[in-house]
């Protein structure tokens, strides 16, 4: 197998650095300057390695997008272990999470610029999407006697929280509110056994 190349490894490096300046200062405010000085690299050579800005901006989206599908891969592969919809929610709001912060605040950024960069929208929403097939999947796996609208639902309810936490993370929340969190991604997933209205 072959070593990467030099400039592999430095887009992949300037690339890393993007995504750090986006996360903290959004897409206008991750400047050249800014990803220079993060990368440690001098400012032409951003051009050199990624291009002008659209080109920039659209190596970051697929590079976003490919680490969360590396990333729902990675977890896909441990929800083949969940024996139940709680196994689930404990996986997915464990104390030490897998995700990186970096990845959902540059992914909110991203939506922000769809309307200047339309290209960008369905391999984001697909980055999404994927990943809440998987927790659907793995739902419909653990309880299958739950009805499918049911477990669409759950599916969402228990997602949406998971992902907020990343989005949120600079703020740094009180740390009781994973518990919280993961407290009513349980009730939701004790939903799916429960006879409740119907749909």
Known sequence: MSRPSLKDQRSEQILDAYLTCVARYGLDGATQERIAKEAGVKRPLLR???GNKEEMTAALAAHVVAEYAALTGFMQAEFGAV?????LVELLYRDDPTSDPRLMLAWQALIVAVAD???MRDPLLDSL???IDAVEAT???VAPEARVGRIRA????IVAPYVTLDSISPLKPPKNWRAEMKQSA???AASLTQDLSPE
Do not use: K
Not at 83 to 87: H, V
């Open 117 to 119: 960069y339309p290209d």
């Open 83 to 87: 024996e139940t919809a709680a196994g």
């Open 154 to 157: 759950v599916t969402q309810g």
């Open 186 to 188: 349980m009730i939701l």
């Open 139 to 141: 739902l419909r796996r």
């Open 48 to 50: 050199h390695y990624l």
């Open 129 to 131: 999407a994927r990943f």
